[in-house]
């Protein structure tokens, strides 16, 4: 097993006569809940440790406010950091925040969504912390755009950016904005960004 560290960061590699199945993965993250736990679509591991105080916050505060607007808006479902996605390519990722019309989510059965949900979201959200790398994370939002996600934003507090990513399209990248809208995938969400680059 080869590991690589990578900020705060543990990749595993596995064994390729290794069997690891969905179930596996998920019961393995059941047995670490203090860790979160992504797999690559290479059947990497990536654990990663609890978010610190800033940065639980403001992806509390994105949470709360993406939450309320799908509440008004009514078609479709949000979901945290601990929520887990089977992407098309084989990857579990788990993005910031995440929302998912109902009608998609009516394609998979209950048993499917008491695990990890094998579908891509249709928005997603990426909160840098200080501890991440910016050109990882950009990775992993051009793998969700590649995997059919419609709209993402990745949200670097640190230099007051949001990074924009559509599928097929140039990635537009906003410096010190004071609101992000979500367009015509989220019509009539209105992210305020002031709170989030003050901190609390």
Do not use: H
């Not at 591991?45 to 940065?55: F, V």
């Not at 995997?147 to 993402?152: A, P, S, T």
């Amino acid at each position: 097993m080869q590991q690589i560290c990578e900020g705060m960061r543990l990749i595993l590699t596995l064994p390729p006569t290794l069997t690891w199945t969905d179930d596996d993965l998920y019961q393995f993250c059941l047995l670490n809940r203090d860790l979160q736990i992504e797999q690559t679509a290479k059947g990497e591991l990536i654990i990663m440790a609890p978010a610190g105080g800033e940065s639980s916050w403001r992806n509390s505060e994105v949470i709360i406010s993406l939450g309320n607007w799908a509440r008004r808006d009514g078609r479709g479902i949000v979901f945290d950091s601990s929520g887990g996605f089977k992407l098309p390519n084989g990857a579990t990722l788990a993005p910031d925040a995440s929302w998912v019309t109902k009608t998609k989510l009516a394609t998979i059965t209950a048993a499917q969504k008491q695990k990890y949900i094998p579908l891509s979201p249709d928005f997603v959200i990426e909160l840098r912390s200080p501890t991440d790398s910016l050109v990882t994370l950009k990775r992993k939002m051009e793998e969700y755009m590649a995997n059919g996600v419609e709209l993402g934003w990745l949200i670097n507090p640190q230099k007051r950016q949001v990074f924009i990513y559509r599928p097929n399209r140039e990635v537009i990248c906003l410096d010190n904005p004071t609101t992000v809208s979500g367009e015509s995938v989220l019509p009539g969400f209105i992210l305020e960004l002031p709170p989030l680059w003050a901190g609390f």
